[in-house]
């Protein structure tokens, strides 16, 4: 996938696939991603005593700037896909949809308001150099510790039942597979001068175990258990304050 991931989602198919098969209603994805969206509503009013600026990197559909319509004072996505902001401008992603070049991405940023940088579903599939320009990105957005949070999601969390399909799953040549520890993610922060301040968990489980005879049982599992155990997390969500 890293290979190619910024050439993947040109395709218009693919990004229909991705919008309206991998998050359809009930599934594994669009749980998960239920669950972000009632956390980051509970969150970012908390965090922040005013709306702040949000700037979404590698934005594809707008998923994120649709969790947050309402909290924020404006939503910047930025994609190195037409297809994908167009898919998200068909599912009324409110803001403002940036196209830009890789490695090119600049954040608009506004004098005096602080900003809310996140990235999700993105440092999985990337390489180690995709990653530095998300943290050269987040950077520029939050050039000081007043200036806002970064929050950035690992889908493949390498201490979680996840890692289990890598230890005793079949893998070939053929089949893509990758995970980040939670040393991996606190380098990545460190090495751009980001202090790891907390993390949240929102699936223990992969998917599937939400199928059939588990599915049931997992849910509600998660729907316990995810947050006051995010270290062991499938998908965590791990929140960052500059140096």
Not at 49 to 55: F, G, L, N, R
Not at 86 to 104: D, I, N, S
Not at 159 to 176: I, N, Q, V
Not at 199 to 228: E, H, I, N
Request: with cysteine.
């Amino acid at each position: 996938m890293a290979s190619n991931y910024t050439e993947v989602f040109q395709d218009p198919t693919a990004v229909e696939k991705y919008a309206e098969r991998t998050y359809a209603p009930g599934t594994f994805s669009s749980i998960v991603s239920g669950r972000q969206a009632s956390w980051l509503r509970g969150f970012v009013p908390n965090a922040f005593a005013s709306p702040p600026a949000h700037h979404d990197f590698a934005c594809g559909t707008g998923r994120v700037s649709r969790m947050l319509a309402g909290l924020v004072s404006v939503s910047h996505g930025y994609d190195t896909s037409e297809a994908m902001l167009q898919k998200g401008r068909e599912l009324g992603t409110p803001g403002h949809a940036h196209l830009v070049r890789p490695g090119f991405a600049v954040p608009e940023t506004e004098t005096g308001r602080q900003a809310l940088v996140t990235a999700f579903r993105f440092v999985l599939n990337v390489d180690l150099h995709l990653r530095d320009q998300l943290m050269d990105f987040a950077a520029m957005a939050l050039p000081d510790a007043d200036a806002g949070l970064l929050l950035v999601e690992n889908h493949g969390n390498a201490t979680s039942l996840r890692h289990l399909r890598k230890t005793f799953g079949r893998l070939d040549a053929s089949t893509w597979f990758q995970e980040l520890s939670h040393t991996e993610m606190r380098e990545l922060f460190d090495r751009h001068g980001f202090d790891l301040v907390g993390m949240q968990g929102f699936t223990l489980f992969t998917q599937g175990c939400y199928r059939a005879p588990w599915g049931l049982g997992s849910k509600a599992a998660d729907a316990v258990l995810a947050s006051p155990l995010s270290r062991w997390a499938t998908d965590v969500v791990y929140i960052a304050r500059r140096r």
